[in-house]
């Protein structure tokens, strides 16, 4: 007999493909758009060179390109997939960058283009802690009123000494706030965080997964660390390879079902892992496919008897 587990599917964790299907009723694709922004941690105002192990070239699609407009780039994303299935509807994921900074009024105009198709239901903004004043989120809070409205956010770790050797631009305590002033507005949220950076453990690993787990947050996006072509990180690697801990795929799914065993079981789990295309990649580079690693932390959730929350002190 299969085992129904808190989230009311017999999965043993809180995927998101199951929250997904179930708050659409339908097919629902987020189409990623560029629309040429950046961050400050790239124009000066709170460093320069951004972070030391991005490259968005890494995660935009082919039809993701800033030199068209966010309407063009609408019309080629559904293009691209509305032939495997007509009746799909989109989500306009604001992905490269920072999403929401810039001038209120510029945003409006980005976000009411996107929504102006009539096959785009709603917004998935992807932005920082530290760009998200309360303007920015009345402008968020007013458009979730009339459509599907969620933020992505970059906190990657919350190691003090880990944000500041990639150079990420933001503490701690910025993410944990704009956590808390989000969820404050009624709005959804998914967190990103990398597991692997520079310096960090595994007891490190397990602590933020207990950390998220006290925080009012929707869903994350796990991140193991990769290394992509043209970043800092990359340049640090080749001259110290030894001060990096580059997962094994077996090695990071033991780590993720462990991670799993400490989450607030109310959190949904959008992914596990981060893909680029394999001529940007410097490491690792399993040669898997998302969801055949899914399949093998799905496998090892079994082979252990385990679960999302198992471990949590109730």
């Known amino acids: 007999m299969e085992r129904e587990f808190p989230w009311g599917s017999d999965k043993r964790y809180n995927d998101y493909s199951t929250y997904f299907r179930r708050r659409f009723e339908g097919r629902v694709q987020k189409i990623s758009l560029d629309a040429g922004f950046t961050c400050p941690n790239r124009d000066g105002s709170r460093g320069i060179g951004g972070c030391t192990y991005c490259n968005n070239r890494s995660f935009n699609p082919d039809y993701c390109r800033m030199e068209e ?36 009024e510029v945003l409006r105009k980005f976000y009411e ?7 785009v239901i709603g917004l998935v903004i992807a932005t ?17 009123e009339r459509c599907y409205v969620s933020i992505e956010l ?44 520079p310096g960090e453990k595994d007891a490190d690993f397990i602590e933020q997964a207990k950390i998220i787990s006290e925080l009012p947050v929707q869903s994350i996006k796990l ?36 991670y799993l065993e400490h989450l607030s079981p109310e959190i949904i789990v959008q992914r596990f892992v981060s893909s680029a295309p394999s001529g940007l990649v410097v490491g690792p580079n399993w040669g898997l496919k998302n969801y055949e690693f899914v399949a093998k932390v799905e496998k090892l959730l079994e082979v252990r008897d385990t679960w999302q929350g198992r471990l949590i002190e109730m």
């Open 69 to 104: 407009n966010i309407a063009a780039q609408i019309v080629k994303g559904i293009s691209f997939f509305s032939s495997k299935y007509p009746e799909m509807r989109y989500l306009a994921y604001f992905q490269a960058y920072s999403n929401t900074y810039a001038r209120v």
């Open 113 to 119: 283009e996107a929504l102006s198709h009539p096959e």
């Open 128 to 144: 920082r802690p530290d760009c998200l004043n309360d303007e920015v989120l009345d402008l968020l809070s007013e458009f979730a």
């Open 154 to 197: 970059g906190v990657e770790s919350f190691r003090e000494e880990t944000l500041l050797q990639i150079n990420r631009g933001h503490t701690a305590q910025e993410s944990i706030g704009a956590i808390h002033r989000i969820a404050s507005r009624k709005i959804d949220n998914c967190v990103h965080l990398i597991l692997g950076l």
């Open 223 to 258: 991140h193991q660390l990769q290394l992509h072509k043209g970043t800092k990180m990359a340049i640090d690697y080749y001259f110290n390879p030894l001060g990096f801990n580059l997962f094994g795929v077996d090695q990071y799914a033991d780590l993720v079902v462990r």
